[in-house]
């Protein structure tokens, strides 16, 4: 069971969007568990024709209870709200 948990808590792939010009790749990243019951993760996107350049990363987006909770949230977010993500993301 625990080297499920860590498998599923690896960078996970969620979809490649158009954005300004270029593609991106949008992950979804897990932060270090803290003493607490909640998972907590962010996306972060990657220029696909230049995966060495810096990632833009959101803020800690998902909290919740279990990884699969996570990943159902996440993996249900549209092109479009990626792409609004990615755009306030750099934003800041």
Known sequence: MEAESARRTERQ??????????FWDAYL??????????YRAFVSFSQADAPDED????????????LDDILLKARS???????????SARAE
Do not use: Y
């Not at 990243?29 to 909640?38: H, I, M, N």
């Not at 990632?55 to 279990?66: A, Y």
């Not at 977010?77 to 755009?87: G, I, P």
């Open 13 to 22: 792939h969620l979809a490649t969007v158009s954005f300004d010009g270029r």
């Open 29 to 38: 990243d897990f932060t270090e568990r803290p003493d607490s019951a909640a």
């Open 55 to 66: 990632p833009v990363n959101t803020t800690v987006i998902f909290i919740e209870p279990s």
């Open 77 to 87: 977010f549209s092109d479009h709200q990626l792409v609004s993500l990615l755009r």
